[in-house]
């Protein structure tokens, strides 16, 4: 019985061996949030993409502002039936530039200024999104990094239980089930170390692919967030939003936008122009110069530009509907997102004031009683259980912090600075 309790002891340290000193994915180098949003401002393509077309859109208010190329033309009448070209009775060589109703063309050029501003907002959007989806990563992976360190303690508490066992054993006290239940619960304890990192490899890879990084790219422990803390009321939050979010300045360019077109159509009642001179070369007779004037009618086809007149005021009443709409989401999205990160801030104070310390001391208050022999293996297993389960449930609550911090500041529309807070817990296991 002695030599089977010996190999099964044996054998469940070789396997717990072969589980911990497998390659660890984490690497001793820290990575700071700043290097991460630095990399993904520089590199993001959905970030590179919007502000290319932002750039793009620059561009179109020259074009849409300068006027048709003028056209030189070249008219011969009357050619004798030889084709003898210069002996027709005219050669005309004409130069002629269209010239639209003073005013069409700058409305025009405003109206595409407009819509480039819009899009330049727009990037900004995106550069938000990217940019929530970055710390939503780091969070994850500072989170996948301290779950391996609860595993790793956890394992450290089995393996020391185990020794307590094989020695309460080796006295008497104790059966050979509850040296085997020990054993078991170290190869458990391992196996879950294992797990947690290859965790951080998936955590990892997806914060490489936001930061547009190769997907084996390295990259080291998260630094340590800053104390969480809020402002009692998210009423400062919903001001900002307002006057930050490149949402509402998107909007309200395109409320401009439309409201440009409206004057632009309304000029679509005035006629346009053209000019032209001409060299006129005779056969037989003296050269001469000419020349012409002409006039559209828009009133001819009146109903025609009541119709673009109309088409532009709707357009103008659906972007302030739309401005509207967004005010609203904004509003909605702040108060979201506020009472998600309250919520958590209120899991992270109590994991980390009350829970976390109540479950140290009854580890300790357990295993002291353990070796007195005043309790049994079951007890203290749950005691550790429990101990992982605490610490597992703190970092998880700061780790959703981060993360609901990263949709408020993403709600609010720019980087909020945390409030000063006596950081009188750590925010992982200790």
Same mark, same amino acid.
Not at 63 to 74: C, E, G, I, K, L
């Given at each position: 019985?002695?030599r089977e309790l010996a190999r099964i002891v044996r054998t469940a340290r070789?396997?717990?061996?072969?589980?911990?000193?497998?390659?660890?994915?984490?690497?001793?180098?820290?990575?700071?949030?700043?290097?991460?949003?630095?990399?993904?401002?520089?590199?993001?393509?959905?970030?590179?993409?919007?502000?290319?077309?932002?750039?793009?859109?620059?561009?179109?208010?020259? $074009?849409?502002?300068?006027?048709?190329?003028?056209?030189?033309?070249?008219? /011969?009448?009357?050619?004798?039936?030889?084709?003898?070209?210069?002996?027709?009775?005219?050669?005309?060589?004409r130069l002629s530039q269209r010239i639209p109703f003073p005013g069409k063309?700058?409305?025009?050029?405003?109206?595409?200024?407009?819509?480039?501003?819009?899009?330049?907002?727009?990037?900004?959007?995106?550069?938000?999104?990217?940019?929530?989806?970055?710390?939503?990563?780091?969070?994850?992976?500072?989170?996948?990094?301290?779950?391996?360190?609860?595993?790793?303690?956890?394992?450290?508490?089995?393996?020391?239980?185990?020794?307590?066992?094989?020695?309460?054993?080796?006295?008497?006290?104790? /059966?050979?089930?509850?040296?085997?239940?020990?054993?078991?619960?170290?190869?458990?304890?391992?196996?879950?170390?294992?797990?947690?990192?290859?965790?951080?490899?998936?955590?990892?890879?997806?914060?490489?692919?936001?930061?547009?990084?190769?997907?084996?790219?390295?990259?080291?422990?998260?630094?340590?967030?800053?104390?969480?803390?809020?402002?009692?009321?998210?009423?400062?939050?919903?001001?900002?939003?307002?006057?930050?979010?490149?949402?509402?300045?998107?909007?309200?360019?395109?409320?401009? $936008?439309?409201?440009?077109?409206?004057?632009?159509?309304?000029?679509?009642?005035?006629?346009?122009?053209?000019?032209?001179?001409?060299?006129?070369?005779?056969?037989?007779?003296?050269?001469?110069?000419?020349?012409?004037?002409?006039?559209?009618?828009?009133?001819?086809?009146?109903?025609?530009?009541?119709?673009?007149?109309?088409?532009?005021?709707?357009?103008?009443?659906?972007?302030?509907?739309?401005?509207?709409?967004?005010?609203?989401?904004? $509003?909605?999205?702040?108060?979201?997102?506020?009472?998600?990160?309250?919520?958590?801030?209120?899991?992270?104070?109590?994991?980390?004031?009350?829970?976390?310390?109540?479950?140290?001391?009854?580890?300790?208050?357990?295993?002291?009683?353990?070796?007195?022999?005043?309790?049994?293996?079951?007890?203290?297993?749950?005691?550790?259980?429990?101990?992982?389960?605490?610490?597992?449930?703190?970092?998880?609550?700061?780790?959703?912090?981060?993360?609901?911090?990263?949709?408020?500041?993403?709600?609010?529309?720019?980087?909020?600075?945390?409030?000063?807070?006596?950081?009188?817990?750590?925010?992982?296991?200790?």
């Open positions: 019985m002695g070789i396997v717990t061996s072969i589980l911990v000193l497998a390659p660890s994915l984490a690497t001793a180098e820290t990575l700071s949030l700043a290097r991460v949003l630095a990399t993904v401002r520089a590199q993001n393509p959905a970030i590179a993409g919007a502000r290319a077309r932002a750039d793009a859109a620059d561009a179109v208010p020259a $074009r849409t502002r300068a006027y048709d190329d003028p056209v030189v033309s070249w008219e /011969s009448w009357n050619i004798p039936e030889s084709v003898a070209i210069d002996r027709a009775d005219n050669n005309i060589l063309r700058t409305l025009a050029g405003e109206v595409a200024a407009r819509d480039a501003e819009a899009m330049h907002h727009d990037a900004g959007a995106v550069e938000l999104d990217a940019i929530v989806v970055a710390k939503r990563a780091y969070a994850d992976l500072w989170r996948a990094h301290h779950t391996a360190e609860v595993a790793r303690r956890d394992l450290g508490l089995a393996e020391r239980i185990a020794r307590l066992v094989e020695q309460r054993y080796a006295t008497g006290p104790t /059966s050979q089930a509850d040296v085997v239940r020990a054993q078991v619960e170290v190869s458990h304890a391992a196996g879950m170390l294992r797990t947690s990192e290859l965790t951080i490899d998936e955590a990892r890879a997806m914060l490489n692919a936001v930061m547009s990084e190769p997907p084996g790219a390295a990259l080291g422990m998260p630094e340590d967030p800053a104390p969480p803390a809020l402002p009692p009321t998210s009423a400062t939050f919903l001001e900002q939003a307002l006057r930050d979010r490149p949402e509402v300045a998107a909007r309200d360019a395109a409320v401009a $936008r439309e409201t440009t077109a409206t004057r632009l159509a309304e000029k679509g009642y005035l006629p346009d122009f053209e000019v032209s001179v001409g060299r006129f070369l005779n056969s037989g007779e003296p050269n001469g110069f000419g020349a012409m004037a002409s006039m559209t009618v828009p009133l001819a086809w009146k109903g025609k530009y009541d119709a673009g007149v109309a088409e532009a005021k709707a357009k103008v009443l659906a972007a302030e509907a739309d401005r509207r709409r967004t005010v609203d989401e904004i $509003r909605r999205d702040v108060e979201q997102a506020y009472l998600r990160a309250r919520t958590a801030l209120v899991q992270h104070d109590l994991f980390g004031g009350t829970h976390v310390p109540h479950a140290e001391q009854a580890l300790r208050v357990t295993e002291a009683a353990y070796v007195a022999g005043e309790t049994d293996l079951g007890t203290m297993l749950e005691t550790v259980r429990n101990v992982e389960r605490v610490h597992l449930e703190h970092v998880t609550a700061t780790a959703d912090f981060e993360k609901a911090y990263a949709d408020l500041e993403r709600a609010v529309g720019a980087e909020l600075p945390r409030a000063p807070r006596p950081a009188a817990r750590r925010t992982h296991h200790d």
